[in-house]
């Protein structure tokens, strides 16, 4: 059974979205598999390219940059060449991205909770198991034919 869905509280700015709807907007900028992970990597302050692919991990190296532009192009990333030999590259959240902080944070603690309850549940399939396993087996019933 589903839990019913909790009204929208009359002073939210979810309460009438219509076409207009900020959270569908965040969730634009916010879309693709690799992005809450840049922008979690850039919080601490800037980053090379290098260390945001370290980081991040399984990112392709151009996955990672297709994701820097697109966030550039939102004026969430800054992204500056830096005057080294070889040119190096250097990305920075704006104060646009800085906004973000809170949504990764609330992010982390969803996570965290949902962490939490998979070994919660984890621990309860594994007693259930053990208290099975220690359940003596009940004997077969022989029908005998007459």
Do not use: N
């Not at 840049?38 to 297709?66: C, D, H, M």
């Not at 969803?110 to 962490?115: C, L, R």
Request: proline fraction near 10%; charged fraction near 25%; aromatic fraction near 4%.
């Amino acid at each position: 059974m589903t839990p019913p869905r909790p009204e929208p509280r009359p002073d939210s700015d979810t309460a009438d979205c219509g076409t207009g709807c900020p959270v569908a907007r965040a969730a634009r900028v916010l879309d693709g598999k690799w992005t809450t992970l840049i922008v979690r990597e850039l919080l601490p302050g800037p980053q090379r390219f290098a260390v945001l692919l370290r980081g991040i991990g399984e990112v392709s190296p151009r996955l990672l940059t297709a994701r820097l532009r697109l966030l550039e192009a939102e004026g969430v990333v800054r992204r500056t060449v830096l005057p080294t030999q070889p040119p190096g590259t250097e990305y920075a959240l704006t104060a646009h991205g800085q906004q973000l902080y809170d949504v990764i944070r609330a992010m982390a603690a969803f996570g965290t909770a949902a962490q939490q309850r998979d070994a919660e549940q984890a621990l309860e399939a594994r007693r259930q198991a053990e208290a099975a396993a220690r359940t003596p087996a009940r004997p077969r019933q022989v029908h005998r034919l007459r």
